[in-house]
Structures are given as C-alpha cells and as structure tokens.
C-alpha cells in the first residue's frame, strides 16, 4: 500500500493527482481519501459542496478506481452540516459551526487520534492500493501500517511539524 500525507488545499491537488499518475501509469484498483462513507449521498444532494477529496476521488472514479470512503467518524458530521444549511444566516452559522469543529479536528490529529484509528480499520477492511489523507492523519497511518510507502507532502513554509518516518518528501511551492 502506498500512503500519501496532502496539504488538501486545492492549488496542489494536481500536484498530488500528477505524483500518482507517475508512480502508477498503469492505473490503481482502488484508492481511499478522507472523506466519510456517507459523502457520494451527501454531494448528490448538495452539489455545491466540494474539497480536495472530493475532486480527487471523482478524478480517479472516471478512471474507473474504486474510491474508498475511509473517514467512517465523519458520517455524523455530514449530517449535521446538511441540517444548518436549511436554516436562514446558514453562511453565518456555517463558519461558527465550523470554528469548534476544526479545532477538535485538530485535537483528534494531534492527541487523541479517533478519526485516524477508524481510517487504519478501514484500511485494513478495504485493503486499498492508496490512501490519501491529511499529513497528520498520514504521519499516525504509517506509524500503524509500517511497511506502507509514506510519501509526504510539505509546504516549503509552514505546515506545522515534519513528518514522521516519511519515506519520500516532496516540497511545495
């Protein structure tokens, strides 16, 4: 399995989506993002909503990968979200929902690590030949599939700490 850690900002999704075309021009069977099981319904529903796995994964569904949804803890989150969209100043509500939500999100990747322990089980349910996550998720990951191939992904400046026991760095600009 090859493990790839992104900066899932949307100006190095081709970088990321070029890195694997590289190292796999054969194609992959399948590939898990960090995007939970409940998200092909979600979208379907509400098509404006997007991210870098989100593109990513459709980019490798054309290709007829099949896409592994890894992020099982974020199913209720989904749903959450769906429910203060409806509601008026849904824009307003939205970034204060959002505040508290990235900030256990960091909580969770740094220390307590849930969302990470439910993507390992998913990887070793789905057996994909990729997963790409967030760097932090990513560092956790290889720490528990040691034999993975970790390519990290590192903004040149910033991106808070190296990452652990990468096999490959690949700095952006």
Not at 111 to 122: G, I, P, W, Y
């Amino acid at each position: 399995m090859d493990l790839i850690g992104v900066v899932h900002n949307y100006r190095y999704l081709d970088d990321v989506d070029n890195y694997i075309l590289s190292t796999h021009p054969k194609g992959i069977q399948s590939l898990m993002v960090e995007l939970p099981p409940n998200w092909p319904e979600f979208k379907a529903r509400n098509a404006r909503y997007t991210n870098f796995f989100d593109i990513l994964a459709h980019r490798y569904e054309k290709r007829g990968t099949r896409i592994v949804y890894g992020d099982r803890v974020r199913e209720s989150h989904l749903s959450r979200l769906e429910s203060i969209s409806s509601l008026p100043f849904s824009s307003l509500l939205l970034i204060l929902y959002g505040l508290p939500e990235r900030f256990y999100s960091y909580l969770d990747a740094s220390f307590t690590h849930l969302r990470d322990s439910v993507m390992a089980e998913a990887i070793r349910e789905e057996n994909p030949d990729i997963v790409v996550a967030g760097r932090l998720h990513a560092d956790y990951l290889k720490d528990k599939f040691s034999n993975a191939y970790y390519t990290a992904f590192v903004k040149e400046m910033g991106m808070h700490k190296k990452p652990r026991n990468a096999d490959n760095i690949i700095y952006l600009h």
